[in-house]
Every structure is written in C-alpha cells, then in structure tokens.
C-alpha cells in the first residue's frame, strides 16, 4: 500500500530536541524533492525544509533555519528532520510530502496522499 509514514514526535521542553523520520512505502523515493510541512489547528500548512532530489540543495524556513536539518537516505526510502532548540512555537502537526523545493522557496506542488503526520509538543 502507497502511503507515507511519519514517526518520532512526542512531547519536549523548551530547548529540547527530536528527530522526525519518515518513511515512503510503495513510493518511488529516489529522485524526488521532499519536505517537512506543520499545521496547527486553524492554519494553513506550512513547509518548513526541503531537499531536492538531485544535488542535494536544501531549504529552511526562518523560523527553523539554523535549528533543524532535514536528510534522506534513499535506500531507505526516509526522509528526516533534526529539530533542535525546540520552542512552543514549534509545537504542531508535522507531515512530509514531495514539494517544489529551491534554494530560496518551498512550496507543495505534486505530491502523495498526506500520511497522518507526528505531533510535536513542546512544553514552555
């Protein structure tokens, strides 16, 4: 079955850390610019990293820049996202997903079915 799978949210304190992964099954991984998207209740979705299928070229939003690193292994077909220096701000659903993704822009554009994301809840 085609789906995407996000594990490794939970609960942290402020300043605390995880490490998302995500897994694309019955996907073809390799080659594909991915992200890292949250949405909270109420708002839209937000892409927060991106890394482009070939060359590696990479993209954070202002508001995680210098805190998160996103990577992949495509042997693995996963996708991950480092997040340090968590604040409550970040606390949020968080999804991958393909995404058009450049070295100054992110944004989705084709893409899979959305899995049911990872929640992170960062206490203050």
């Known amino acids: 079955q085609a789906q995407l799978v996000e594990t490794g949210g939970g609960l942290v304190q402020t300043g605390g850390s995880l490490r998302l992964s995500c897994t694309a099954s019955g996907l073809t991984f390799t080659g594909k610019a991915m992200g890292w998207f949250r949405q909270v209740p109420g708002k839209e979705r937000e892409g927060v990293a991106c890394m482009a299928g070939i060359g590696g070229t990479t993209y954070y939003s202002q508001s995680v820049k210098g805190r998160f690193t996103i990577s992949r292994d495509n042997a693995k077909n996963t996708l991950y996202l480092e997040m340090n220096g968590l604040t409550p701000e970040d606390t949020a659903m968080y999804y991958c997903?393909?995404?058009?993704?450049?070295?100054?822009?992110?944004?989705?554009?084709?893409?899979?079915?959305w899995g049911q994301g990872t929640q992170v809840t960062v206490s203050s």
């Open positions: 997903n393909r995404a058009a993704c450049a070295a100054d822009q992110m944004f989705v554009g084709t893409h899979w079915d």
